[in-house]
């Protein structure tokens, strides 16, 4: 059963609101006003942007809008104005928000993949994390702050992870860092670090949370990651996700919720058993894949890998909240794809975006087919906030790939990430964005 009329209805009451507002303008003789959708407010359009840069090779792994700068990073070699020129760049590229122009003079060369990007408090600066080794000739391995107007290297920021970089949070005059590395700056702090934004000094003291106990299957082991990272706007809570087991010696299995606010930062009282059960899947450990915090802070979303497991987590979109308290906590929703993976999430007021290789939604028995109530929903879908049901949104990616790895929402619209070339049935290779109106 899909839930997108809700969408639909939003849509036509702004559209009688405005209506409304244009008699009345037109009656008092006043200049009509202009009003902006935003992501918000509105489902993101089906239709992709025209004229957005297209990535020639390898794949989108983050994205991050700077003011009308928009960065983006991945495994991919070359990049192209539509109806233009082509240009080289390695794993990272920058370019215009209104215009598309991609810009000539932001070509840092990453020897490896980039995973991660998060803005400056500046609005002149990006950190850039990654499986990295060097830039541009420079060793520096993993994490780095890039000048966003030159792309050279900010010196003042010196954070040195001994290990890949996946996802990055900024509050408050710190940058949280999530990877592999067993240790950062020398200091024994394994797979989450709290850095000064400016200097990259560790924060040993206020914030030491000691991760631990990879998961493992009789076929796969890997080191201590913590994946993903999803913070509360007013940064006293950070999600966290990874093939973990425990937080300061605390039941705590792919998922933990820390409280910042106290000091030093402490693991919440907030625990699932949940993600403990291992999927089919043998390769995947782990298999929380990707976290989107609420815009309000109050709950947060989390997609996931694994292969089709009936009534378990694998192979699901679920919401959760952040305030609840205790053991053995449940989910408020849980859409299942029946066996697809889901790679990214993004949510908003009236949505929550997810993207993987997925070709239903709303699944719940079925297994590599569709279901009872099942709706096609390929590589991409919208999904209610308060139910979880899928809605009416359906753009489509095809082929599929591996799937959407980035969901970006900003003031206007939507960016995708992920290695395909089409969404609804436009080339916008790798990259697309889908306005808000």
Same mark, same amino acid.
């Given at each position: ?13 702004? =559209? ?14 006043? $200049? ?19 004229? $957005? ?8 792994? =983050? ?22 020129? $082509? ?29 991660? !990007? =998060? ?90 949370? /000691?991760? &631990? ?32 087991? /425990?937080?300061?010696? !605390? ?58 497991? /009936?009534?378990? !987590? ?32 993004? =949510? ?15 699944? #719940? ?15 991409? &879908?919208?999904?209610? #906030? &308060? ?26 619209? !939507? ?19 889908? #306005?808000?109106?």
């Amino acid at each position: 059963m899909i839930s997108g009329n809700k969408g639909t209805e939003r849509g036509r009451l702004r =559209a009688l609101l405005l209506g409304v507002a244009f008699v009345v303008v037109a009656l008092s003789g006043a $200049t009509a006003p202009v009003f902006a959708a935003t992501p918000d407010e509105v489902v993101v359009s089906e239709v992709p942007a025209k004229k $957005t840069p297209n990535v020639l090779d390898g794949s989108v792994k =983050a994205i991050v809008q700077i003011g009308n700068t928009v960065v983006v990073g991945g495994t991919f070699t070359r990049v192209k104005q539509p109806g233009g020129a $082509t240009f080289d760049r390695s794993r990272i590229f920058a370019f215009n928000a209104t215009t598309f122009a991609i810009d000539p003079n932001f070509k840092p060369v990453f020897d490896r993949e980039v995973d991660a !990007l =998060a803005a400056g408090s500046d609005g002149r600066s990006v950190y850039v994390g990654g499986r990295f080794n060097s830039i541009s000739g420079y060793a520096r391995k993993g994490l780095i702050k890039l000048d966003l107007a030159t792309g050279q290297r900010i010196t003042a920021f010196n954070a040195k992870p001994k290990g890949a970089v996946f996802d990055l949070a900024r509050s408050g005059g710190k940058l949280y860092v999530a990877g592999n590395f067993p240790t950062i700056n020398g200091n024994a702090i394994a797979a989450l670090a709290s850095v000064d934004e400016t200097t990259g000094a560790v924060d040993a003291t206020s914030f030491n949370l /000691h991760y &631990a106990d990879p998961r493992s299957t009789s076929t796969t082991q890997g080191s201590l990651t913590v994946a993903s990272l999803a913070l509360t706007p007013d940064g006293k809570r950070l999600v966290t996700a990874g093939n973990f087991q /425990h937080v300061d010696g !605390l039941d705590r299995n792919q998922l933990a919720v820390l409280d910042l606010s106290t000091s030093p930062a402490s693991a919440a009282n907030w625990e699932t058993d949940g993600f403990k059960f291992q999927c089919p899947s043998l390769r995947k450990p782990a298999w929380t894949t990707d976290l989107a915090m609420s815009p309000d802070g109050k709950w947060f979303a989390v997609t996931s890998t694994g292969a089709y497991a /009936h009534g378990q !987590l694998c192979d699901t979109a679920s919401r959760w909240e952040v305030d609840q308290t205790g053991s053995g906590l449940q989910p408020t929703w849980v859409n299942w794809t029946g066996g697809d993976s889901l790679f990214s999430a993004a =949510a908003t007021k009236v949505a929550v975006y997810v993207g993987g290789h997925q070709r239903w939604m709303n699944n #719940p028995d079925g297994n590599d087919s569709p279901g009872p109530g099942a709706v096609p929903r390929s590589g991409i &879908a919208a999904l209610d #906030p &308060a139910n979880g049901l899928a809605l009416s949104w359906n753009p489509g990616r095809n082929p599929r790939g591996e799937g959407v790895f980035a969901l970006v929402p900003t003031a206007t619209g !939507l960016w995708v990430g992920s290695d395909t070339d089409y969404i609804a049935g436009q080339y916008r290779a790798k990259l697309a964005f889908m #306005p808000s109106g």
